[in-house]
């Protein structure tokens, strides 16, 4: 996700700056970004089945990196969380999914960090489609450099 080092550095120093653990802040992010990129395939899906078009992964291959983007920012956590998954490929993806919608819930400081979040991978995602050879990304994009970085 981070091309120069500075930039994890500086996302690391605001996440302690709000007393956000920088692993669980880092993992919180990243399950953030998976859901809101499934809540906009889920729509995408959606719609396709409405107009009498079958689903398929040409969805996710033909849906912009900017969908996602635009989802951070208009769609709010309880939309995001209506698209969360019902099955889970391990342990640590259902607590990590369990623990961001409890955070949903929370008030106080603790309430602040799903804004917060929000706010990191907004810019990330942003960083990364202007930052992309493509003049358009997709959602497949994201998903390759994840794998080409080690993150997938």
């Known amino acids: 996700m981070d091309q120069e080092p500075w930039r994890a550095t500086k996302r690391q120093e ?5 007393d956000i653990d920088v692993a669980k802040g880092e993992s919180l992010i990243a399950t953030f970004a998976a859901l809101a990129l499934h809540s906009v395939v889920a729509d995408a899906d959606a719609d396709a089945a409405a ?3 079958a689903r398929s992964i040409a969805v996710l291959n033909d849906l ?5 983007v635009e989802a951070t920012t208009t769609k709010r956590d309880f939309e995001i969380l209506a698209a969360m998954p019902t099955e889970y490929t391990d342990e640590n993806e259902r607590a990590s999914l369990n623990y961001f919608r409890l955070l949903s819930y929370q008030s106080g400081r603790t309430g602040l960090w799903l804004p917060r979040l929000r706010t990191e991978l907004r810019h990330s995602l942003i960083t990364l489609t202007e930052r992309s050879c493509l003049s358009a990304p997709t959602c ?5 450099w994840a794998e080409q970085a080690g993150l997938a």
Do not use: K
């Open 140 to 144: 497949a994009d994201l998903g390759q």
């Open 64 to 68: 912009p990196l900017a969908a996602v």
């Open 14 to 18: 605001r996440l302690q700056g709000w």
């Open 51 to 53: 107009a009498g078009r």
